[in-house]
């Protein structure tokens, strides 16, 4: 049987080291250590690893996996396949209703450019009759065409009068959240700025992941303030919060996996 030390075991399985620290720390993966103290892991470990990852690509949270880890510890492959098929039709269930979501937002798009197109081309003033369609949802304005583009969400000043500094997830989504954000920010270059708040550069193909984590994490943590620039291959962000939350903004940058136990309000 193959023994594997953490930077192995991460290489062999495609995950972080510190995405493997932290699932140690959440209960998913317990490890043995060498008498020298190292952390060593077997071919079995691997297999949970890979397990852990395949349950993470059907969009399945920790705590889920935390439970199908414990049928999967049971060895009868007949009780994981009957809590898996559970677990996934609700995932097909909540997908479509995505689906769904996203067709409707897709149509109203759609209306909007069939509106644009039939405007005419006026060299004056706007006038009434070029008013937006008024059924469109409240939305974030989308970047302009160019090189460079930014989208500001509202700053942390503007957020602090109405959102009280704390964090609407319970501890075990809250680490969940953080993994995502780890994982978004594996390999990426990181600055930590004087006010505090974090800054880093990412390949705009993970622009989309990103976006949709901003959103998640506004509705937890209003508090926070997020500028995203396009710049070319890469897409750059900036993330900030009123004094005193600052340790929670460095949650989401910081690779050390015990950022999350130490800085999470809940």
Not at 156 to 174: M, T
Not at 200 to 211: G, W
Request: glycine share 6%; charged share 25%; aromatic share 6%.
């Amino acid at each position: 049987m193959s023994t594997y030390r953490i930077s192995q075991l991460a290489e062999c399985a495609g995950v972080p080291a510190t995405t493997l620290r932290f699932y140690e720390r959440e209960g998913l993966l317990p490890v043995a250590r060498t008498s020298s103290g190292y952390r060593q892991y077997t071919d079995s470990d691997r297999e949970r690893v890979q397990f852990i990852t395949a349950a993470k690509h059907l969009g399945l949270p920790l705590d889920q996996i935390r439970e199908l880890l414990t049928v999967w510890d049971g060895g009868r492959c007949r009780s994981v396949r009957d809590e898996l098929q559970l677990l996934i039709t609700t995932q097909v269930a909540t997908a479509s209703e995505r689906i769904d979501d996203l067709r409707i937002f897709r149509g109203r798009l759609a209306a909007a450019l069939t509106h644009l197109r039939e405007l005419p081309a006026n060299d004056g003033p706007c006038d009434p009759a070029c008013s937006f369609p008024p059924d469109l949802p409240a939305r974030p304005p989308a970047p302009p065409l160019g090189r460079r583009a930014a989208v500001a969400i509202p700053t942390a000043a503007e957020q602090h009068e109405s959102a009280p500094i704390a964090c609407s997830l319970d501890g075990s989504a809250y680490g969940d959240r953080i993994e995502e954000w780890r994982r978004l920010f594996d390999g990426a270059e990181v600055e930590r700025l004087p006010d505090g708040g974090r800054a880093a550069r990412l390949p705009a193909d993970r622009a989309a992941v990103l976006a949709q984590l901003i959103v998640a994490e506004q509705r937890c943590c209003p508090f926070f303030s997020f500028r995203l620039t396009f710049a070319g291959a890469h897409v750059e962000l900036v993330a900030q919060a009123p004094e005193g939350a600052e340790p929670l903004v460095a949650a989401l940058f910081d690779q050390d996996p015990s950022a999350a136990g130490e800085t999470c309000p809940c």
